[in-house]
């Protein structure tokens, strides 16, 4: 249905619809700042969990960000192309370790100012810092990390 040129949104009770357009317009938004230095949010994330986390299995990675290994492993393909990670052997013979090379903490570097220009923007939409935090909160109780 269109109102005055603007698409006009039919309010659904379905919880699971409610997060995942939240989440795509969240999406769109840090994807088209990060966009100035050749990331999407998602890469941004990987960045961030391993240098946050240190060295991780590629298993291990999906669990922090709640994909599963074959999400996990399209996301790392351009990071490694990019030499901003690396893919070597893990604790056994199983395993490949993730590790954030040094390409890629100047590109985090790069990309958090850019970043947090997303970020205030979201909060500055969302109603304020305060109102964006508790938000992030809510969200993290979704998933059982609260």
């Known amino acids: 249905m269109k109102k005055a040129g603007r698409l006009r949104l039919i309010p659904s009770p379905c919880h699971c619809l409610g997060v995942r357009q939240a989440a795509r317009h969240m999406t769109l938004l840090y994807d088209r700042h990060l966009a100035e230095i050749g990331l999407r949010a998602t890469q941004f994330s990987v960045l961030m969990v391993l240098d946050q986390a240190g060295p ?20 790392l ?30 590109k985090l570097e790069a990309a958090y100012i850019i970043w947090k220009r997303a970020q205030d923007e979201f909060e500055a939409q969302y109603g304020g810092v305060t109102e964006a935090e508790a938000l992030r909160l809510s969200l993290a109780r979704v998933i059982g990390r609260a």
């Open 77 to 106: 393909r351009p990071l490694s192309r990019d030499g901003l990670v690396e893919i070597g052997p893990g604790h056994d013979g199983r395993t490949r370790a993730l590790t954030l090379t040094e390409a890629g903490r100047v």
């Open 56 to 75: 991780l299995a590629v298993n291990e990675l999906a669990l922090f960000l709640v994909l599963d290994r074959t999400a996990t492993g399209r996301a």
